[in-house]
């Protein structure tokens, strides 16, 4: 059965979200699919990660926060981790199966096209993570490649999916571009 859509909302990280993000992202099924966190991931690796982010963002550089009904649920981002602008997102798995990263990239994705000049973002997924494809089909996002990459929870380099969304094909899917 799928969970009602929830209300959300993004907000700028703030130093004490350290304890919220060490307990979402110590869910090994959360943990798994992301390529830098350690695992096990504790509250001195969720404040070191906040003094390392807040503040030093270049722009177009983003990293949002996404508040489920005023509670932190998960992160939303785009920034340079291979020196081209990349979407990046997780998610606490009690909000997973509700529509909301979809539509938490999709604004994300609509302010940043907006506000740059920018032709394209980059995103991805490891091999596997059916729900992030999903997401980044619905975007419109499309193949670029197969690769590997570091996959730190698990220590090993792991075959990952490169995608990237052209700002065209964001344009012709005007139900994202009015999306909530």
Do not use: C
């Not at 859509?5 to 099924?29: C, K, N």
């Amino acid at each position: 059965m799928t969970k009602p859509a929830a209300e959300f909302m993004l907000r700028p990280l703030e130093v004490t979200d350290a304890s919220r993000i060490a307990e979402l992202i110590g869910d090994w099924e959360v943990a798994r699919w992301l390529s830098s966190p350690p695992h096990p991931y504790a509250l001195d690796d969720a404040t070191e990660f906040l003094t390392g982010t807040i503040g030093t963002a270049i722009a177009p550089a983003r990293q949002e926060v996404i508040e489920v009904d005023g509670v932190f649920a998960g992160m939303i981002g785009i920034d340079r981790p291979f020196g081209k602008l990349n979407l990046g997102y997780w998610l606490g798995r009690p909000y997973w199966g509700r529509g909301i990263m979809t539509r938490a990239a999709a604004r994300l994705t609509r302010d940043f096209f907006a506000n740059s000049r920018e032709t394209h973002l980059m995103s991805g997924y490891f091999s596997g993570n059916e729900p992030s494809w999903a997401i980044q089909r619905r975007l419109g996002f499309t193949f670029v490649e197969d690769g590997v990459l570091m996959n730190r929870p698990l220590g090993k380099r792991m075959p990952h999916i490169f995608t990237r969304l052209t700002r065209l094909k964001f344009d012709q899917l005007p139900g994202l571009r009015l999306m909530p």
